[in-house]
T-cell receptor
Framework: LAKTTQPISMDSYEGQEVNITCSHN???????ITWYQQFPSQGPRFIIQ???TKVTNEVASLFIPADRKSSTLSLPRVSLSDTAVYYC???????????????FGGGTRVLVKP | DAGVIQSPRHEVTEMGQEVTLRCKPI?????LFWYRQTMMRGLELLIY????????DSGMPEDRFSAKMPNASFSTLKIQPSEPRDSAVYFC???????????????FGPGTRLTVL
């Protein structure tokens, strides 16, 4: 069971880069790391997913070191609309017998200021 | 596709009453998840299904909670009897199946805000 730990909150300003680190010391071999974004009164929305090294898409980058015990979500040049809660999810739903379980972190509340 | 559909969007009930939350996953998605979100406990996975079969219900808080998936396009989460501490936002999510072992992208519904008085 990969427990995750994230900062509770962080503030930033428009145009800056925001980096959120998630710790997952007990990550298993088959676990992937997924980040979600949640706005008030909405369900979480997928941002990015990775297994190792670096993944980049049009929204964010995900950095995963070789030991995979942590990961960092990087949001380039944030805007006010990026104010949301960001969740780190580590897990694998492939095999029940292994006792795998999806685990959401507590979430990081990001406030982007003008 | 309309995305994951949940109903009702808001539910207010009195303690002791039965509550049924409904979810329609995205067509073709083989996995369905039920989550509960509160300020105190964050986002908790309650149960998930694969091809309509419950796979892991270890997150279900107690026997008052039950979930069913009678077919690929419909699932219910029932609370009987409801208690004030069940007040939360309940999300349903679905994801397509893939080959191999990986955490697939989950598509969340808009949630049902439950208030138990």
């Amino acid at each position: 069971l990969a427990k995750t730990t994230q900062p509770i909150s962080m503030d930033s300003y428009e145009g800056q880069e925001v980096n959120i680190t998630c710790s997952h010391n007990n990550i298993a071999t088959n676990d992937y790391i997924t980040w979600y974004q949640q706005f008030p009164s909405q369900g979480p929305r997928f941002i990015i997913q990775g297994y190792k090294t670096k993944v980049t898409n049009e929204v964010a980058s995900l950095f995963i070191p070789a030991d995979r015990k942590s990961s960092t979500l990087s949001l380039p040049r944030v805007s006010l609309s990026d104010t949301a809660v960001y969740y780190c999810l580590v897990g694998d739903i492939g095999i029940k017998a292994a006792g795998n379980k999806l685990t959401f972190g507590g979430g990081t509340r990001v406030l982007v200021k003008p | 596709d309309a995305g994951v559909i949940q109903s009702p969007r808001h539910e207010v009930t009195e303690m002791g009453q039965e509550v049924t939350l409904r979810c329609k996953p995205i067509s073709g998605h083989d996995y369905l998840f039920w989550y509960r979100q509160t300020m105190m406990r964050g986002l908790e996975l309650l149960i998930y299904f694969n091809n309509n079969v419950p796979i892991d219900d270890s997150g279900m808080p107690e026997d008052r909670f039950s979930a069913k998936m009678p077919n690929a396009s419909f699932s219910t989460l029932k609370i009987q009897p409801s208690e004030p501490r069940d007040s939360a936002v309940y999300f349903c999510a679905s994801t397509p199946a893939r080959l191999g072992l990986a955490t697939d992208t989950q598509y969340f519904g808009p949630g049902t805000r439950l208030t138990v008085l």
